[in-house]
Structure formats: structure tokens, C-alpha cells
């Protein structure tokens, strides 16, 4: 359970500019999603909480020599629970210093099935980290996903109990309530997480604080990613207020915070959250031409994805090759990985005069039901159908182009 290098984990120098090290998160975040890869995207966010934020990032850095040891211990602790060696990892743990030794020891007690053994060692590692609230809040996400994922046996019981024990720290608490909002979802009671954090939520009448106004915007983006629209709207109504008591430099501060949230949720296809948010943004700053055309942009992707899934789903008369070729254009346009799965098909080349017929009723079906993804990708589609009509002669291509 050591920790490795935040810069190792997104890919980054250790000089890296704020940018690089966004840019480089969205691509980790896109590279490991966190439906199927849970235990990566929580180390990628985790080192981007970390490398983003200027003061924990000088704090980081301040203790970057003994790094290098760690890293080693990592790959030889991955390779010995890989390989099921406890007695070796256990001996590992004897070589070092607390809490490392307690933390090694309370991983191979839990992967052994050796329940109470694992509880002695943890509570050791919670003695000795009760004043580093980082170390704390790592080692308890990964714990989280130890015990949902690969203990004995489902223990997301357990790992509510032991995030309780945490709540009444409201430093730690504020770090800690999306994990636990993600146990409670795995329990199938993920409403309960409303009246669990919103005690630490400002109103909307309170002098500003900066820690306060991040975290209302990170609470009204996750009340829209798990579908509570109308909830989600009063938080970002609230939000709003809230942030009109800020400077300018505040405001510009949430407002690159929300880009960053909306970048997000484009890459993970969430296009109907990425614009809500985008519209927390014109409730502050109604003359924000920059989020006012994003906005613009995102009603036309969000109406051509609606559109592709329609076609793709339900539309049974439409010519599959163009369907496949229209959502890998989008996907390709959107940056999707899954337009990687589409490409071949999306680009078998119509033969016969029949498939080519076929193909141009394709398009014209397209044109006229799904206007929006015509009209996004027209140059494309007229230069595909004037590949398609080439060698033809003047009646066959007018017949096809008609």
C-alpha cells in the first residue's frame, strides 16, 4: 500500500505547468474510466487533487526524496501479492518504519481472509496517521476498494464503519465524502449521502470562503452525474448566489474549475451534465461569451448524439454503414475512445452499384431525419459520396448525388 509518484501516475514532469497537468489528467481519465477501471481512476484523481491544488502540490514536493525508495517497495509489494507470497510480504513489513510497517501488515492480514489480524494492524495505522490527513485519506480509498472489491468477502459494511469513525473531522470529512457517497452507492443508498454532506455545505448568504465555494461546485456536478436533475439545479442555483459574494479573481477561479468539470464529463460522454454545468457558469457571469458559446456547441452535440442513438438503436430502414460512419465521425470529433471500435466498419467501401445505391439512400435518409448530424459533418459526407460515384457515369452519379 505505498504511494507512488502523483507526477509517475498522470505521466508528468515535475515542472509540469497546471495546463499539462490537466490536459494530462483528461487523458489518464479517458485511458481509465472509472466504471471499469475503479482502483486506477481513484489514484488518477487522487494525483490530480494533489498536483492541482498549489499548496498541496509545494507540500508534495517538499518530500520528494524518500520517493524513490517507495517506489521500489511498490513494485516488489506488487509483485509478492501478485504471487501470493504473505510471509515474504509480511517479512517486508518488518524491514519498515511505522505506519508503513502496520499499513503492509493490515493488507496481507486482509488478502489472507485473516479478518481479526487485519484489525489489530489497522488500528495501529489509524494511531499513528490521525495528523496527516492526506496519508489518511489515501490509505482509507484504498482500503475502500480492498474491501468492496477484493477482501474475503463483500465488506462495504465495514468500510462505512470505518469512514464513520471520520466524520466528525470535517477537514478529513470533506476529502473523504465522494468515496463514501461511492460505498453507499454500492449498498444501493447513495441518497443517503444528501443529508451526510450537507451540513459541511455553506448557504448562499455566507461570506465567501474559496474551500467552500470549490465545494459546492464538486457537490452540484456530482448531483448531476448520478441523475438527481432537479436536486442538482437548486444546489447550482445556490452555488451560484454563493459565488456572487466572491472577487474577481475568486470567480475566475470557479470559472476554470467548471471548464475543468465540463472537459470531464464531454470525455465521459456525459454531454447533459457538461452542459449544466456549463449553465452554473452564466448564472455568475451572464456576459461570458466564452461558456455562452460552449453552451451553443454543446446543445449541437448533445442533439447529434441523441440523433446517432436514435439511428443506431431504433431506426431499422437506415443503411448501417452510414449509421456506423456517421458515430465515428462524432466519436472521432468528441475524442471518444469507443469511435476506435467503429473505425473499420465505419469505413467498408460500398461495391456493387446496388450498395452504392443503398449507401447515397443512406445519406439522403439522413439529411432528412437527422438533420443535425448531416448538417455537423456535411463536407464529409459529400466528399464520402463523391469517392462512392467515382468511375460513374454523368446519369449514375446524378441519380446517386440527386
Not at 501516475?9 to 489518464?28: F, K, N, T, W
Not at 481512476?41 to 498549489?54: C, I, N
Not at 495528523?131 to 468492496?148: F, G, I, N, T, V
Amino acid at each position: 500500500m505505498g504511494q507512488k509518484s502523483w507526477y509517475h501516475v498522470l505521466g508528468v514532469p515535475a515542472d509540469a505547468s497546471l495546463a499539462e497537468i490537466r490536459r494530462q489528467y483528461l487523458a489518464r481519465v479517458r485511458e481509465f474510466p472509472p466504471e471499469t477501471h475503479g482502483d486506477e481512476f481513484q489514484e488518477v484523481r487522487e494525483a490530480y487533487e494533489v498536483l492541482s491544488d498549489p499548496e498541496r502540490r509545494k507540500a508534495y514536493d517538499a518530500n520528494a526524496e524518500g520517493r524513490i525508495e517507495d517506489d521500489a517497495n511498490v513494485r516488489k509489494i506488487d509483485a509478492l501479492i501478485t504471487k501470493r507470497q504473505w510471509r515474504e510480504l509480511l517479512s517486508l513489513a518488518k524491514t519498515l518504519d511505522e505506519p508503513e510497517r502496520s499499513i503492509l501488515q493490515a493488507l496481507a492480514y486482509l488478502l489472507q481472509g485473516r479478518w481479526d489480524s487485519h484489525v489489530r494492524a489497522l488500528e495501529r495505522v489509524l494511531d499513528k496517521l490521525t495528523e496527516d490527513p492526506d496519508m489518511l485519506a489515501s490509505m482509507l480509498r484504498q482500503l475502500r476498494d480492498l474491501y468492496l472489491h477484493y477482501a474475503d468477502r463483500d465488506r462495504a459494511e465495514e468500510a462505512l464503519a470505518l469512514y464513520d469513525r471520520f466524520r466528525p473531522n470535517r477537514t478529513l470529512w470533506r476529502m473523504l465524502w465522494l468515496d463514501y457517497a461511492h460505498i453507499l452507492r454500492h449498498l444501493g443508498r447513495e441518497r443517503e449521502i444528501v443529508d451526510l454532506v450537507e451540513p459541511m455545505l455553506p448557504q448562499a448568504t455566507d461570506a465567501f470562503r474559496r474551500d467552500d465555494g470549490r465545494l459546492l461546485v464538486e457537490w452540484t456536478s456530482y448531483i448531476f452525474s448520478v441523475g438527481w436533475t432537479d436536486l442538482a439545479r437548486r444546489y447550482r442555483a445556490r452555488t451560484a448566489r454563493y459565488w456572487r459574494h466572491a472577487d474577481p479573481a475568486a470567480i475566475a477561479e470557479m470559472k476554470d474549475a467548471v471548464m475543468g468539470f465540463i472537459d470531464e464529463w464531454e470525455d465521459d460522454e456525459e454531454l447533459e451534465v457538461a452542459r449544466e454545468m456549463a449553465e452554473l457558469v452564466m448564472l455568475v457571469d451572464r456576459q461570458d461569451m466564452e461558456v455562452r458559446d460552449r453552451l451553443v456547441e454543446l446543445d449541437e452535440e448533445m442533439q447529434v448524439q441523441k440523433e446517432i442513438d436514435r439511428m443506431m438503436r431504433q431506426d431499422e430502414q437506415m443503411n448501417p454503414l452510414v449509421s456506423s460512419r456517421a458515430a465515428w465521425l462524432f466519436g472521432l470529433r468528441m475524442g471518444w475512445e469507443d469511435a476506435d471500435g467503429l473505425e473499420s466498419f465505419a469505413h467498408v467501401e460500398p461495391e456493387t452499384l446496388y450498395e452504392k445505391e443503398w449507401f447515397a439512400e443512406g445519406v439522403a435518409r439522413l439529411k432528412k431525419s437527422y438533420p443535425a448530424t448531416y448538417r455537423m459533418f456535411r463536407d464529409d459526407w459529400q466528399a464520402y459520396l463523391a469517392t462512392v460515384t467515382s468511375g460513374m457515369n454523368r446519369e449514375q452519379r446524378r441519380r446517386l448525388m440527386r
